[in-house]
Each structure stands twice: as structure tokens, then as C-alpha cells.
């Protein structure tokens, strides 16, 4: 079964820095294009960064500079290093995969973990 | 970037009812817009790709149309488990994709 399970959420101050975890099963995040999209309290789905399969990555403008995308092949995980956390970062934090093959848009997303950036 | 705007952002029906939400693009994306709902607590679904084609294993009921900055996400008879929350995203860019506000679907 194809599934991806997020982990690493909590509750952070302002300026600290959080790493999320992205587990993948029954397919390999190095061969795809992976992303995080994130959803604030209330609010709608706001895209954060994607890494191809080639390595090359891209943010959002909110999080360029502050955060990282990332893979570890051999735990066929994907990470979110989060630095300088804002208040504004609070939200459910998703993984999700992009079908390269069929639809190109994203058809498996975990549940989701929850991130809370306050004092 | 490209802005998605979603209409109306709350729409009250009827099981059985047939329902259209819009979504409009700031500029051309061509047929790159999916649609998908989302319940609250879960992860977003995707149902419609590329404007008009069917996700597996989605109902018929579902269907999407349009090209260029106009598109339209239609259920042609609500059931009861229909009731959420609609996003249209853009994606002519991976690296660039944006999503619309949503559209709450609520039971009249």
C-alpha cells in the first residue's frame, strides 16, 4: 500500500527550529517529486516546497531561506528542517507526492502533523 | 505567481442537488488545475486532474471542465458524504503551484 506517514510536530517558541519527518511505504520518494503543503488554523492549503527526484528544490516565498527540504534515501524519508519559526508557521504540515506518470498532480498525502510556533 | 480565485467561498445544498463551484486563474495555466476535498481533520483528496479527467476510483458524479483561467468543478447529485471542503490547485509549475481559498459545501 502506498502510504506516508508525517512525525516531528509540536509546540515551538518563536525563532526555534523543528525537523519533519515524512516516511514513505510502498514506493521510493527518490524517484518521485515530493512536497509539503501546509494548512493554518481555519485556512486553506498553502504549497510550501517541493524536491524532484534530480535533487533540485524550491520554497514558497514565506519559507525561502528558513526552511529546507530534504530526502534520506535509505530511509526512504523526506524532511522539513524549519529554522527562525514564525508565529505564522502554525499549522497542519502535509507530505504529499506528485504522480509524474498519470495525473501530475499530488495523489498521496499523509495525515498531516501539527506544528504550533508559540511563547 | 498565479492567483486562484474560488467561487462561491460557501455554497448551502441539498442531497440530490446538482452543484458547480468556479475557479478562475490569473493567467493561463492551460488544463494544470486538479481539483480536491477535503473533510475537516483529514488530508486533502485528490478528485479531478488535468481540468476534466477522473481520479480512480472517484464517482462518476464528480466531473471538471474548462482551459485557460476558467474551470468548473461540478456534482451532479449530492450525497450525503459530499459535504466539504473544495480546492482547486494550479500546477503548470511544480515549483509555483497555488491553491484557491476553497469552497465549503454545506448541507441546507
Known amino acids: 500500500e502506498v502510504q506516508l506517514v508525517e512525525s516531528g510536530g509540536g509546540l515551538i517558541q518563536p525563532g526555534g527550529s523543528l525537523r519533519l519527518s515524512c516516511a514513505a511505504s510502498g514506493f521510493t520518494v527518490s524517484s518521485n517529486y515530493m512536497s509539503w503543503v501546509r494548512q493554518a488554523p481555519g485556512k486553506g492549503l498553502e504549497w510550501v516546497s517541493v524536491?524532484?527526484?534530480?535533487?533540485?528544490?524550491y520554497y514558497a516565498d514565506s519559507v525561502e531561506g528558513r526552511f529546507t527540504i530534504s530526502r534520506d534515501n535509505s530511509k526512504n524519508t523526506l524532511y522539513l528542517q524549519m529554522n527562525s519559526l514564525r508565529a505564522e508557521d502554525t499549522a497542519v504540515y502535509y507530505c504529499?507526492?506528485?504522480?509524474?506518470?498519470?495525473?501530475?498532480?499530488?495523489?498521496?498525502w499523509g495525515q498531516g502533523t501539527t506544528v504550533t510556533v508559540s511563547s | 505567481d498565479i492567483q486562484m480565485t474560488q467561487s462561491p467561498s460557501t455554497l448551502s445544498a441539498s442531497v440530490g442537488d446538482r452543484v458547480t463551484i468556479t475557479c478562475r486563474a490569473s493567467?493561463?495555466?492551460?488544463?494544470?488545475l486538479a481539483w480536491y476535498q477535503q473533510k475537516p481533520g483529514k488530508a486533502p483528496k485528490l478528485l479531478i486532474y488535468k481540468a476534466s479527467s477522473l481520479e480512480s476510483g472517484v464517482p462518476s458524479r464528480f466531473s471538471g471542465s474548462g482551459s485557460g483561467t476558467e474551470f468548473t468543478l461540478t456534482i451532479s447529485s449530492l450525497q450525503p458524504d459530499d459535504f466539504a471542503t473544495y480546492y482547486c490547485?494550479?500546477?503548470?509549475?511544480?515549483?509555483?503551484?497555488?491553491f484557491g481559498q476553497g469552497t465549503k459545501l454545506e448541507i441546507k
Open positions: 504529499a507526492k506528485w504522480n509524474l506518470v498519470g495525473s501530475n498532480a499530488l495523489d498521496v
Open positions: 490547485q494550479q500546477y503548470i509549475s511544480y515549483s509555483g503551484n497555488t
Open positions: 493567467q493561463s495555466i492551460s488544463s494544470w
Open positions: 524536491l524532484y527526484s534530480g535533487g533540485n528544490t
